[in-house]
Every structure is written in structure tokens, then in C-alpha cells.
């Protein structure tokens, strides 16, 4: 059966098994690869995004912490995300183990299980051959296979929002109005689901999906309109159950992560909310917006430019999905798409609505999830990873197989121009590649001529054969192979090469070479493993504005001068990778001889990147403080006072005296700094000699930049 047959084919129409069975082996081998590429070496040893990992360990000691996502095993604060996404992997955890494949196998299983539903999504949108193909896509795409080689909450987000277009494609295809509205309520149950994965971000596709079931539905208006306030209720139900429980839980609970005042309801409109894409924490009044002021930092004070979205994803505006941080990680075929959609869009005014509605509803979900998408994640000045942008390759892969499947058809009919689609997307297509390949010809140039040669290649077979009057449809074909290859071709090599590496990609992966867009915490530290600082956009010091810029000392850090990193040049923060220095171990197993009957063993005043470190590294009660990035008010100064009282804490890891926590503004809160104070007044240093640590040389202020370094014992 011909592609073009295929179109007209009705959904569910019988096909001879000759002409099927191939489909079914073609699929089954797409999620081979898939598997083979997500799940390749996931057993070396890496631990993926250690705060997510240190949750799921603290996970497994206690159903509250399960239910809430607490990032210490004593239940102090969650992760600053709802816990869908950890919640299949503190299960593996608890069958298997705690080991980096443990972690990361659920992870490989939602991969695959995407590429699976996409191509049932499609298959029943465009058809069978169009669903192989937008499967194959969302196999190959670079920052997919990252993503998937990883522990973050992106990978489960993505398979619930294709679940959702599963059911929203089920439902404008239905042929009752009870399957309809049922599919549409499972539509929204889903995205209800990746909002309790990853918050607001899985509302972005919702304008998109309502938009479609109103233009793409044989129902009237009236039923329409019924149908998406129903699904409006079942979203707003499946979206907000886990907040409400966590905020109305009767009992004891921990706080909640990345929040201002503990509450899950202050993360979803604030820091996870609207921060994200005005900047600061979210609030629209003074302070608020993209200027990056905090309330809960010192009056005056306030992020520096660019240590917002700018300093991962680059600058905002229409650009950043192409630019030098991001492009390389989606955008291969962004052109494709976009040009695909311009096409379709010109094309549906000139035939003034006529054809299928599910066919038109198919092209407006698709294409309103890709282009809302692109637009928040353009403008978003909150904190913003290039990462984020594996959400849209569902929709890139759909949008452009079926185009290269409209633009195929419309090559081999008798339009008089029409005919010039395909090779002008073979070309669009092949330009993209080069230029994206050529940006560090150091990881694997050679593909960028490769990709140049088979472009020219396509184009001479493709118009050579409008000229062949014999074997038309043979040429045509072997132009068509010769097409897909150039599309896919240098997106597979840097998929391929960045599962072959089985590195831990760390707290922001990213395919391609290392640090690219600064994705990809490597082991080593910064990106590349070297120990570098990475360069930020904006200043000429490596941090935005330059390295004065940053509160702490001309240099940037306390002091003025770099930090000494533990482990040498290439050995990273300590913790940040779930290993523990020397001397971290030495501190960790004085506190636990002398701790006596404290429930606590060791409170680390820090980022939780370096908190992370002792709780994987032990089985101990080790608990952080501040949150992710160290300034939230967890746990309190009157809950530091009360344990200590009670005898549940005997020992904090802190800055020194004169410490500014780390020096990153994060860790200069005033929650931050009130825990200073209240520790410098009721502790004291213990000396290094006592746990066989290295005394701080008078006039030396060695520093790791997201921990503490300094023992300090405390009394009641």
C-alpha cells in the first residue's frame, strides 16, 4: 500500500498480512533501538541528577516521605516537584536496590514506552507509515535520548502529554458522542498527571488541544463546549489532588521545597509557576518579574542578570531554540516543521475547511503544542534549561513526517509547483544540519559534509526524476530513501554518540559535546569534566556581567579568588555527583561516633547538591537545609532550636567564620543567613585535627561554591 493509499484508507481498514507484517517488525525494531540507545551502559555507575537520586533513597525509608517526595530521609523538605516522577523510580529502588540502574530503568521503560504511543497516535491521525516515521524521529532526537538517560521529571512528562494527544486523537475520531467525551476526559486526566510530574509546564499544551476538539469535531457547538467544560473539571481535579493533600495533611509533613511559605500551593503559582517565566519568584508586584529579586534575599539584593533563564538556555526571543546552547538539542528538524505547518496553514485557507476534521484537529493539537511551546520556552525568563525542550519532540516528530508525507504526495502528483515542497524541505533541511554540525566540528564534523553530500545527492535524484519519463515511481523512491536519511542523519550520529558515551549526564543533560548549551553537569564539575568554569552569556569572566558580578569579592567568590575543588582540576564539587570527599567522609563518621542518641546525624548547610552527596554516600540521617539551591526556610531557626533542645542535633556542616554560605547568592538568603547567625551563636567549631580534616590556613579561604567545609557542634 502507497503512502498516498494509505491517506485515504480509512482508520481500521483491513490490510493482507504481507502488507502489514513488515510495519509491525519495522516498529518493534524502532523500539528496540530506542531501548538499546536510552538504556546503553545506564549500570557504570552513574547516578543521574543526585538531588533526585538522594530523594528517591529517602524515599524508600517512610510512606510520608514517599507520598511527598521528601528530599532527606528525616522528612525536612521535598524536592522543589511534585513526586511522579520519582515515584516509579523509589519502586525500582525498593525492588532492586539503590543502584544507578535501578534509578534510571524506569526512566528507559517511559522512553520507550513514548515512542510506542506516539506511533499509536499517529497511526490513527495519518496513518501507519507516517507513524513509523514520527516514532523513528522521536528515537533519534539528541536531547530525547539525554533525557531519557536520566533521572529528571521530563521523560515521565513527556509520555503522559502523548498519552494525552493518544486520547484527544481517540476522542475527534470517535464515532459516538459518549466515546468522544470519554476520550476527551482521559485527555485531560493525563495532562492532569504531568502536572502533578512537572507542574504548570504541562498546561502549555491545553490551548492547543481545546483549540483542536473545537475546530475538529463533527459534534455541535453547544456539546463541544459542554465536553471541554467536563474535561476543564477533570483536569482541574487530576492537577491540583496532590496539593491539596499535601497542604490539607493532617499530620506531620515535610516542607515544601522551592516554596516561600511551605506550601505546595505557593511552588505552583510561584517559583514553579509564574517564575518561571517572568523571572524572580513569580510575583507580578514589586520584586517580581524577570528582574531576578527575591523576597527572601537581603533588601537590595538580587540575582544578577542572567543567572536566570539566560545563564542555561541563553537569551529570550524567537532565536533561542536555534541558538548555541539549544539548537543543537532539538532543533534539527524545527525547520522542517515550522515550514511544514506555514504549508498546511496556506493550503487549509485555500480549501476554505473542507476535509476531515479529525485530519484537520490532528494538525491543530500538533501544531499548537509545538508553537505555544516554542514560544514559552523562547520568553521564558525564569530559571529555564535547554533540556526542557525534549517536551517538544512529540510534536516535531509528528508534524514532520506527516508533512514529509503530504509534501511526497504532492511530489508525485501533476501540480504545476506544488511538486517543489518536498525537495525545497529536503534542502531547508539539509542547510539546518550543516550549520548546527559545524558549530563544534570537534564532535564528529564529519557529519556535516556527509549530511551536505547526501542533500545534494536527494536533490539531484529528486529532480532528475520529474524529468524520467520510464521508472518514475523506482527514481522517485530511491530519492525518497536518500531524503530521510539526509533528515535523520546527523541527529542519529550525535544520539548514538551520546548514548555510546554512557556518562552520568548529570543535573542538566544534554546531547552532543560536552557542556553544550551548559548541559550536562559532568562529573568532573563544570561541563567537560575539566574542571573549567563554564561560559555564561553576557560576561566576559565566564559569569554574567563578569566575575565581579557575583556577591562575595571581586573575584566573584568569597575572597576574590577561585575556589579550590576537591579532587584536583578535574574533581567537581564535592557531593554534586553522589561521592563524597576524603575529608566529607571523615566529618560524616566523627558525627555519627559522637552524635550519642541524636536522631540526626549530620545537617548539611547547603545546597542540596552537596547535601545529596551524604545521604547517597550513607545510610545515615543526613538532612539538608534550604532547599535545593539552600534559601528556603527549611528547617527554621525555631526548629534548629527545638531539636537541639531535644537532643535530635548534635552536628552542622557550615561555612567558616566569615563564611557567606558557599558564594552563590542563593545561599546569601536571609533565611540563609538567619541559620548563620543562630549557628555561629549556639555552636561551635570543631577543630579539623578531631576528624583528621586540613585547618584552614590563616588568610586562606578555600570554599566549594555550592557546600560548606566548616564541622560545628551544637548545644542546647
Known amino acids: 500500500m502507497t503512502v498516498a493509499a494509505e491517506q485515504a484508507a480509512p482508520a481500521g481498514s483491513v490490510t493482507t498480512p504481507s502488507r502489514t507484517r513488515w510495519r509491525v517488525w519495522a516498529l518493534a525494531g524502532i523500539c528496540v533501538a530506542a531501548a538499546v540507545l536510552y538504556a546503553w551502559r545506564i549500570g557504570a555507575g552513574q547516578l543521574g541528577n543526585t538531588y533526585y537520586s538522594a530523594a528517591v533513597k529517602s524515599m524508600t525509608s517512610s510512606f510520608t516521605n514517599f507520598l511527598f517526595g521528601s528530599f532527606d530521609p528525616y522528612g525536612v523538605f521535598t524536592v522543589d516537584k511534585p513526586p511522579m516522577s520519582l515515584w516509579p523510580q523509589a519502586l525500582s529502588v525498593l525492588a532492586f536496590g539503590f543502584h544507578g540502574w535501578s534509578l534510571l530503568l524506569p526512566q528507559v521503560i517511559e522512553g520507550v514506552a513514548a515512542v510506542f504511543l506516539l506511533h499509536r497516535t499517529v497511526r490513527h491521525w495519518a496513518g501507519e507509515n507516517v507513524a513509523l516515521l514520527a516514532a ?249 534549561h535547554p533540556y526542557y525542550t525534549t517536551m517538544l519532540a512529540p510534536a516535531i516528530a509528528a508534524i514532520s513526517a506527516a508533512g514529509l508525507a503530504r509534501f511526497w504526495r504532492a511530489y508525485r502528483g501533476d501540480g504545476a509547483a506544488s511538486w517543489l515542497l518536498l525537495p525545497g524541505a529536503v534542502a531547508l533541511t539539509t542547510v539546518w544540519a550543516f550549520v548546527l554540525a559545524g558549530r563544534d566540528p570537534s564532535w564528529h564534523g564529519w557529519t556535516r559534509w556527509a549530511v551536505l553530500v547526501a542533500g545534494v545527492v536527494t536533490l539531484a535524484v529528486l529532480l532528475g526524476a520529474r524529468l524520467v519519463e520510464t521508472r518514475r515511481l523506482v527514481v522517485s523512491r530511491v530519492a525518497l530513501v536518500f531524503g530521510l536519511v539526509t533528515v535523520l542523519l546527523v541527529p542519529a550520529v550525535w544520539s548514538t554518540a551520546t548514548a555510546a558515551t554512557g556518562e552520568n549526564l548529570g543535573t542538566m543533560p544534554a546531547a552532543g559535546p560536552s557542556g553544550g548549551g551548559f548541559g550536562g553537569m559532568r562529573p568532573g564539575g563544570f561541563p567537560g569534566g575539566s574542571g573549567d568554569l563554564p561560559q555564561f552569556p553576557g560576561g566576559t569572566g565566564g559569569f554574567p556581567g563578569g566575575m565581579s558580578q557575583l556577591p562575595g569579592g571581586t573575584g566573584g567568590f568569597p575572597g576574590g579568588a577561585l575556589p579550590e575543588m576537591p579532587g584536583g582540576s578535574g574533581g567537581g564539587f564535592g557531593g554534586m555527583d553522589g561521592k563524597l570527599t576524603d575529608e566529607q567522609r571523615r566529618v560524616l563518621d566523627y558525627a555519627r561516633q559522637h552524635k550519642g542518641n541524636a536522631e540526626i546525624t549530620l545537617a548539611v548547610d547547603a545546597s542540596a547538591m552537596m547535601a545529596a552527596g551524604f545521604i547517597i554516600g550513607s545510610d545515615e540521617t543526613v538532612i539538608g537545609m534550604g532547599g535545593f539551591s539552600g534559601m528556603d526556610d527549611s528547617p527554621s531557626v525555631d526548629q534548629l532550636q527545638q531539636w537541639t533542645a531535644e537532643g535530635k542535633l548534635k552536628f552542622v556542616l557550615g561555612t567558616g567564620s566569615g563564611g557567606r554560605g558557599g558564594g552563590l547568592p542563593s545561599m546569601n538568603s536571609g533565611a540563609g543567613q538567619r541559620r548563620q547567625q543562630w549557628i555561629t551563636q549556639h555552636c561551635t567549631e570543631v577543630d579539623p585535627a578531631a576528624y583528621g580534616g586540613q585547618a584552614q590556613q590563616q588568610g586562606q579561604q578555600q570554599v566549594e561554591p555550592m557546600g560548606a567545609q566548616t564541622l560545628y557542634e551544637c548545644r542546647a
Open 136 to 384: 523513528l524521529i522521536l528515537t533519534l532526537t539528541p536531547i530525547t535520548v539525554a533525557i531519557n538517560r536520566d533521572n529528571n521529571p521530563d521523560t515521565l512528562l513527556v509520555l503522559l502529554l502523548v498519552a494525552a494527544a493518544y486520547a484527544f486523537t481517540r476522542s475527534v475520531k470517535a464515532d459516538t458522542s459518549r466515546a468522544r467525551t470519554r476520550w476527551l476526559l482521559w485527555c485531560a486526566f493525563f495532562i492532569g498527571c504531568g502536572f502533578v510530574t512537572k507542574m504548570m509546564q504541562a498546561w502549555i499544551v491545553v490551548p492547543g488541544f481545546a483549540l483542536a476538539y473545537l475546530a475538529g469535531t463533527r459534534a455541535p457547538v453547544k456539546r463541544r463546549i459542554v465536553d471541554l467544560l467536563g474535561a476543564g473539571v477533570v483536569l482541574f481535579a487530576s492537577s491540583f489532588w496532590w496539593a491539596a493533600l499535601h497542604d490539607w495533611w493532617p499530620g506531620s509533613k515535610p516542607y515544601m521545597g522551592g516554596s516561600t511559605d511551605g506550601t505546595a500551593w505557593n511552588l505552583i503559582f510561584g517559583y514553579n509557576g509564574f517564575g518561571r517565566v517572568f523571572g524572580g519568584d513569580g510575583n507580578l508586584g514589586p520584586g517580581g518579574g524577570g528582574g531576578g529579586a527575591r523576597p527572601d534575599l537581603p533588601e537590595g539584593m538580587s540575582l544578577p542578570s542572567g543567572m536566570g533563564g539566560g545563564m542555561f538556555g541563553g537569551d529570550t526571543g524567537l532565536g533561542r531554540m536555534f541558538s548555541s546552547s539549544v539548537g543543537g538539542q532539538i532543533s534539527w528538524l524545527l525547520p522542517l516543521s515550522l515550514f511544514v505547518l506555514v504549508v498546511v496553514a496556506i493550503q487549509g485557507v485555500r480549501a476554505k475547511g473542507s476535509g476531515d476534521p479529525a485530519s484537520r484537529a490532528g494538525w491543530f493539537a500538533w501544531g499548537g503544542w509545538l508553537l505555544v511551546t516554542g514560544i514559552v520556552f523562547s520568553y521564558a525568563q525564569g530559571i529555564w
